[in-house]
């Protein structure tokens, strides 16, 4: 590598500059550009959350918050056969870009018939469910949404201790 190089790194920081091991270091070539290339690393995540739900084509997928994980795992749903794909987030505009980038539908998770609208629209229940908004009402709130042995992956990382869900009903029963 020299000075002027086209890289993106992965597993860096966000920072002006940076010393960085080579193997986190990759060329760019020149059709790529650097918005699509700061996004390669980091779409990692939700394409491993796909994977280790294990979608088939054809199933139903949901995903809970619209941040830059959650956006990035519409399209690559999607591109795994996911079928319908349901965005959720509080923000109207973020439902609107979810669908403008291949979400079926959009919905609020604080409308009062939520996890009704999300069973209905997915035939009972979401198979694969993403829950990328790192708050505990997200979570329990992507539960409700599920269909029996629905397969869910915490791309958020709930922080708050005193959270607390009922696993008995929302988890281990179905």
């Not at 597993?11 to 193997?23: F, P, Q």
């Not at 069973?119 to 009972?124: F, I, S, V, W, Y």
């Not at 829950?131 to 958020?156: H, N």
Request: aromatic share 6%.
């Amino acid at each position: 590598f020299k000075i002027g190089d086209r890289v993106a790194l992965s597993w860096s920081t966000h920072t002006e500059l940076i010393n960085m091991n080579v193997r986190n270091v990759h060329h760019l070539s020149d059709d790529i550009s650097f918005e699509d290339a700061a996004l390669a690393h980091i779409a990692t995540f939700p394409l491993a959350a796909i994977r280790k739900c294990r979608l088939e084509m054809g199933e139903s997928a949901i995903v809970m918050g619209l941040g830059v994980l959650g956006l990035v795992a519409i399209p690559l749903l999607r591109a795994a056969g996911a079928a319908p794909i349901v965005a959720v987030d509080p923000v109207p505009e973020k439902r609107e870009k979810a669908l403008s980038i291949g979400a079926d539908y959009a919905l609020d998770p604080y409308a009062p018939d939520f996890a009704q609208q999300a069973k209905a629209l997915t035939g009972g229940g979401a198979k694969v469910g993403i829950e990328v908004t790192g708050i505990g009402a997200g979570l329990d709130g992507i539960l409700d949404c599920m269909a029996r042995f629905g397969r869910v992956a915490l791309l958020g990382c709930t922080r708050d201790k005193e959270f607390t869900i009922d696993y008995y009903r929302k988890v281990h029963g179905p």
